[in-house]
């Protein structure tokens, strides 16, 4: 198997920047190279399989990147719903919002077990991505028109928000909204952002939920597939795909501080805009 160092380092580089933006890095580990074709087209194609690994792998290292920018809300989160099951205390805001993070990552944790061959099958096709990609877009703009702005957050931390706006219905509802990331070019954190707002979380706070809900999905498809990058051919470039990894670590944690800072005053349709343009384009040039 021909992988280089070059290609892997591009492919984390496309994996670390998309991965938390409402873009869909999966979409993009398939469009850019596609776009670029030569030898990126030909691997993509010819090693279907293996090219989904490598991602999965880059996608492992991200989580980590997150997990560190967001460690304190995690030890606070954990720490607390801890403490809660010790003294039977199932009411407050670290258990329930901990609860919520798991009842969503149930749904699209069993859908993706389900149906791991169907998307399988039509990974690497650039014009599934691509209509996925806009209609990724056209998400992002609903949930902009439709979520208001006019109503106050009645608590200062966004914990104590989340838990007074999500119960376990929406959780259930975000959990089966995330499935439609399991298609390359629909975006896991845009759907979950989209849902935060559609429950009049402001763009802070929903952005944090969506983060927050990331975590566990990404680790949970990570560890499923992993331990086959050392049983399949993948195993003879596993320096490549470390490197990768590294640069998806970097590019990760960098644009996660920098979301955080976006969405403290802007919204999704930047992104919105860019989702429908790339996907028409790319749809008329793959179809």
Known sequence: MEFTYGQSIIIGLIQGATELFPISSLGHAILIPAWLGGGFAKFMNEENQAYLLITIAMHFASAIALFIVFRKRWSNLLVGATRSIIKRDFQTT?????????????????L????????????????????????????????????????????????AEIDHRINAKTAVMIGFGQSLALFAGISRFGITMSAGLLRKLNHSVASDFAFLMALPVIVGASIVKLPELFTSETNTILGEILVGCVVS???????????????????????????????????????
């Open 112 to 159: 993706g077990l389900l149906f791991d061959d169907y998307f399988q099958s039509i990974f690497g096709k650039p014009k599934f991505s691509a209509a996925f990609l806009a209609i990724n877009g056209l998400i992002l703009i609903a949930a902009e028109r439709l979520s208001r702005r006019d109503i106050p957050h009645e608590f200062s931390d966004s914990d």
């Open 94 to 110: 670290q258990f329930r919002v901990l609860g919520y993070i798991v009842i969503a990552t149930i749904p699209v944790g069993v």
């Open 249 to 287: 670590f970097i590019a990760t944690y960098f644009s996660v501080k920098f979301l955080v800072r976006w969405f403290k005053t802007k919204t999704l349709y930047p992104f919105a805009i860019y989702c429908l343009v790339a996907g028409v384009l790319s749809f008329i040039r793959f179809y």
